[in-house]
């Protein structure tokens, strides 16, 4: 994830006897000497140099126009892109924005310094103001700046310090609210009067240190919504906290925090993923850590190994007021956690509090970074020395190979190296680029070494001449053009790292086509002490040309790659670590839809470690494990597309052990049309703990189970876990679901939008195949109701028992069930107006992610849809992101609310004219449906049906075989709770009793 590796201050002290301050000894470098000491050669890299620039450096002219010059001359002469900051001290007076993909890298003997003089205009105001600010493209004229997103990678501000002069209260150092590939790493941050050193973090953050401020850092989730990654950093003398945050993810290890109030803050009625471990806390006056949204399972805290010297108060909780006190002046945290835990597959799960706290007599030895160090920069060899071109087009296998037999370390200035077979590394190889987009070693599609017995597609000319099309146009051939073949042969890498070796490859891309059916990008069996670090496995999304422009990743239907020569699934995996491969792998992204998996990793005891790894975007797999022990996976990100990956397995763990998963993100696109059975698949495994396992999608078809163990036929289905363990081997559980739930109809893709008409008749919708189902409960059978490609996402019944249907266009139609295919018509928009004889319907469930649920569920309609009776109308869609339900919201009678998102129900007022109003706290336990009986009980559908009385107690759960999805009440008395739950209906007869 940067063009170098912090400087591991603690593999220097393994031996030494820690004395006075332990801070001192941990994470960050001692004085922040500067890591990239000579200037690099690199022809298509931009210097700030002051003839070209004008730039000064003496810390007395102002330098900020001349430094967004240089960055813009980046962006004009290749879109992403390196600028080489050579040391000095820079006056900025004023934001300076950095283009999506360009990295700022100093070097010299001191690092370069951006400072920001006393007292700067518009430094002062309250919302903060930036000196460097990660943002998008940069836009046309007349144009505004969009700031960086979940689009924007590569980005990246290495080895510099970031000064703020006395009387700017509002100066923040840097907004990085970026992606993949994207990072903040050998810095001083020093705030002073300021804000905040960073504000809005993305991806990773190494080996920086924050000294005074408000607070060193202030961020909300990060723009993906995916977990964030700090290493061997330090934080001191923060007025307020050394963190204000929510939902960032924070995975926080070897991070040193002293001097400040408190360490860690998350912000009131927010959840955060927290894992802090191998870290020390010193002289913390308040609570280190504030915990808020206690009682809910969304908040995931792991602490585990971390010292605390006069630290009298390790957590606190916002709204019990409960405090975790010290044991001693000085203890270890061996481990605390919070939130909802499994101690053991198997068992229920409760959310609830852990600890085992360990006064100490001394303070212990620092933790050692695993972050290699870099060979002396004097003793690396350019690639370009060696008669290597760079061009795409000519072959560099030659170069190549050359420089690694003569030289240790090579640096490869930005290009595009392409090579015609296998690039094989000595054992203490070390490959160096300064950006994984703009430094490449590539093979072109259907390279015979890489084909394996496949041979190039050929079209039959002739044929094609004879049915009278020209076999030159280019859409006959792309027409006519067969399919290169899948794997057609053994495993055929593009660059080795021999077994045992102490290789690095950094800052790289490495490209092996679309049709190159043998190909491995990478096979891995380095040991422990060697390291994988910002590396780009190119192809699918985020992929540029060398101007910049981007690769269409799809075809116009989405249906197959945008190149009609390439194939999705056809290679081996794009990462392969075996026999006995280990190391350390950090700020990868891996999503390449040619090949089998992201990552997978087989035969190996060697110790492994994985931070912050981004794999998404295969057909059928993203991390494949076999046979693997001593590995820890540090915020493993998967996401799935529509186009290629709905049918994709984001973790697989086969017959391996002593394995740890912390902040474990599932995701799946809004654009999924059907649901996946599991996220985590694990066969033959133990002694494996998760910390943090986060499943969550703003489509309703997300993951029917978080985590399914074979040998064991468990399933975990909970969503937000803080702590999950499987242990040693046991017996396989018993079916699952309750005797009193009766399956009476099955064979769907996915069951959900249940609702009743007023006999009790149950209706629900297969959204994929646009089919509306009844359930008689006079006649007990199902039957099909309309078959018509409206893609319905919610149903309603009038008075006279009209359907009112929901699209996910946001239409509405409506039909007569009797008659449903020759009734149906769409329902134009009405005016708002007072319908006091008329019902409201709503959403029953929502998913808000962005904090804004009251807002949307209580905001004024824009339209009404009106039944053809006039009974009900259809409201509150403008703010709609997904459905589930379709719930009537009748004035006097509380309206409950599914909070996906939030995992939470919220108990609403229903004003005369069917707004909502005045939201509260129902249960602390929510996701997509629920429904009410006749009693007042409300049926919440979460993984299971839980049961809470009319004043939110848990009085029943329901065990069902499938997650449910959608809940109604139905049969002639209605005191019969009918389930869509995925494949199949269920249905509980409650009773008199019930």
């Known amino acids: 994830m940067r063009f170098v590796y912090p400087l591991p201050l603690c593999l220097s002290l393994v031996a030494l006897l820690v004395s006075a301050s332990f801070s001192s000894l941990i994470g960050a470098s001692t004085e922040g000497t500067s890591f990239y000491t000579e200037r690099l050669v690199d022809p298509a890299a931009v210097y700030l140099d002051a003839k070209e620039f004008g730039v000064v450096g003496d810390g007395k002219a102002d330098d900020t126009e001349a430094i967004q010059s240089a960055i813009n001359a980046v962006q004009a002469k290749s879109e992403y892109g390196v600028l080489y900051v050579p040391e000095g001290i820079y006056r900025v007076s004023d934001t300076i924005y950095i283009w999506k993909g360009i990295r700022l890298i100093g070097f010299g003997s001191e690092r370069p310094t951006f400072v920001l003089p006393a007292n700067s205009v518009g430094y002062q105001s309250e919302e903060g103001k930036y000196i460097f600010n990660f943002v998008s493209n940069r836009p046309r004229e007349g144009q505004?700046?969009?700031?960086?997103?979940?689009?924007?990678?590569?980005?990246?501000?290495?080895?510099?310090?970031?000064?703020?002069?006395?009387?700017?209260?509002g100066a923040i150092g840097v907004r990085s609210h970026f992606a993949q590939h994207c990072f903040l790493a050998h810095i001083d941050f020093r705030i002073g009067s300021g804000r905040a050193g960073v504000e809005k973090v993305g991806n990773e953050i190494e080996d920086c240190r924050f000294f005074g401020g408000d607070y060193g850092i202030i961020t909300t989730k990060p723009s993906p919504s995916w977990p964030f990654v700090m290493v061997d950093s330090f934080f001191e003398g923060q007025r307020v906290a050394a963190i204000s945050t929510e939902e960032a993810g924070l995975t926080l290890l070897r991070i040193s925090f002293k001097d400040t109030p408190s360490a860690i803050v998350v912000n009131p009625d927010r959840a955060e993923e927290l894992y802090l471990a191998d870290s020390i806390l010193e002289n913390i006056s308040g609570p280190a850590v504030v915990i808020s949204d206690e009682y809910n399972a969304r908040p995931q805290f792991n602490i585990e190994n971390v010292v605390a010297n006069n630290v009298p108060t390790l957590a606190a909780f916002r709204k019990s007021g409960k405090k975790v006190e010290a044991p001693s002046e000085?203890?270890?945290?061996?481990?605390?956690?919070?939130?909802?835990?499994?101690?053991?597959?198997g068992e229920e799960g409760s959310v609830r509090t852990t600890r085992e706290l360990e006064p100490l007599d001394a303070l212990p030895e620092a933790v050692a970074s695993d972050v290699p160090r870099l060979p002396e920069q004097r003793t690396w060899a350019n690639l370009k020395d060696f008669g290597a071109v760079g061009d795409g087009e000519v072959d560099d296998t030659e170069a190549l190979r050359a420089a690694i037999a003569a030289n240790r370390t090579v640096f490869l200035p930005t290009g595009r190296y392409r090579v015609s077979d296998t690039i094989t590394l000595q054992p203490d190889t070390v490959l160096i680029g300064a950006s994984p987009i703009t430094t490449q070693i590539l093979i072109k599609d259907y390279t015979p070494a890489f084909m394996g017995a496949a041979v190039m597609p050929q079209i039959d000319e002739e044929r094609i001449r004879r049915w009278g099309l020209d076999p030159e146009d280019e859409a006959v051939r792309r027409r006519f053009t067969p399919l290169v073949p899948a794997i057609a042969g053994a495993p055929k890498p593009l660059l080795v790292a021999p077994q045992g070796g102490r290789c690095i490859v950094s800052g790289i891309g490495l490209d092996t086509g679309g049709a190159n059916p043998s190909a491995v990008a990478l096979k891995w069996m380095a040991g422990t002490h060697s390291m994988v670090n910002d590396v780009r496995f190119l192809g699918g999304h985020g992929t540029y040309r060398a101007d910049g422009s981007s690769i269409p990743t799809y075809n116009e239907n989405r249906t197959a790659d945008g190149d009609y020569r390439r194939r999705w699934d056809s290679q081996y995996a794009s990462l392969w670590v075996t026999n006995g491969g280990g190391g350390t792998f950090k700020n990868i992204w891996t999503p390449s839809p040619y090949a089998q998996a992201g990552m997978r990793i087989t035969n190996t005891a060697t110790e492994g470690r994985v931070y912050q790894v981004s794999s998404e975007h295969h057909v059928r797999a993203e991390v494949q494990l076999s046979g693997v022990e001593n590995w820890k996976f540090y915020a493993l990100q998967f996401e799935e597309e529509s186009g290629e990956g709905p049918d994709a397995l984001p973790l697989e763990i086969e017959d391996s052990r002593n394995l740890l998963f912390v902040n474990t993100y599932l995701y799946r696109v809004d654009r999924m049309i059907s649901p996946f059975p599991y996220g985590v698949k694990v066969r033959s495994s133990e002694d494996i703990t998760f910390c943090g396992l986060h499943v969550y999608s703003p489509t309703k078809f997300s993951y029917d189970v978080t985590l399914y163990d074979e040998s064991r036929g468990i399933e975990v289905r909970p969503r937000e876990i803080a702590r999950l363990e499987i242990g040693a081997t046991s017996a396989r559980a018993e079916s699952e679901g309750s005797e009193r739930v009766e399956k009476i109809a099955g064979g769907f893709q996915f069951a959900d939008a249940m609702t009743a008409d007023r006999h009790g008749n149950i209706y629900f919708i297969d959204g994929r195949w646009h089919r509306i189902y009844e359930w008689n409960t006079e006649r007990d059978e199902l039957s099909l109701v309309l078959d018509a490609a409206i893609s319905p996402v919610g149903i309603v019944f009038d008075s006279s028992d009209n359907a009112m249907v929901l699209t996910a266009s946001k239409d509405v139609f409506t039909f007569d069930p009797a008659d449903p295919?020759?009734?149906?018509?769409?329902?134009?928009?009405?005016?708002?107006?007072?319908r006091?004889?008329?019902?409201?319907?709503?959403?029953?469930h929502r998913w808000?992610?962005?904090?804004?649920?009251?807002?949307?569920?209580?905001?004024?309609?824009?339209?009404?849809?009106?039944?053809p009776d006039g009974s009900l109308y259809l409201t509150g869609l403008n703010t709609l992101r997904r459905c589930?339900?379709?719930?009537?919201?009748?004035?006097?009678?509380?309206f409950y609310l599914a909070d996906e998102f939030g995992q939470k129900v919220w108990r609403y007022a229903v004003a005369a004219d069917g707004r909502l109003s005045d939201p509260e706290l129902f249960a602390e336990n929510g996701e997509l449906d629920l429904v009410v009986d006749s009693k007042g009980n409300v049926y919440v559908a979460a993984g299971q049906v839980y049961v809470y009385s009319p004043k939110g107690e848990l009085i029943d759960r329901i065990d069902v075989p499938e997650r449910p999805a959608s809940l109604a009440m139905g049969g002639k008395d209605g005191d019969v709770l009918y389930i869509a739950a995925r494949s199949s209906v269920y249905r509980v007869a409650l009773g008199a009793g019930d």
């Open 144 to 169: 505004a700046i969009r700031p960086a997103n979940p689009g924007t990678f590569y980005s990246g501000l290495s080895n510099v310090n970031v000064e703020i002069g006395e009387g700017n209260s």
């Open 330 to 345: 000085l203890y270890r945290v061996k481990q605390f956690t919070h939130g909802f835990q499994i101690s053991e597959i």
């Open 821 to 834: 295919v020759e009734s149906l018509r769409i329902v134009e928009a009405s005016v708002v107006k007072s």
């Open 836 to 844: 006091p004889e008329a019902v409201a319907v709503h959403p029953g």
């Open 848 to 867: 808000r992610d962005s904090h804004d649920l009251f807002a949307a569920s209580t905001a004024a309609a824009k339209s009404h849809f009106v039944s």
């Open 884 to 894: 589930f339900t379709l719930r009537k919201a009748i004035p006097g009678q509380p």
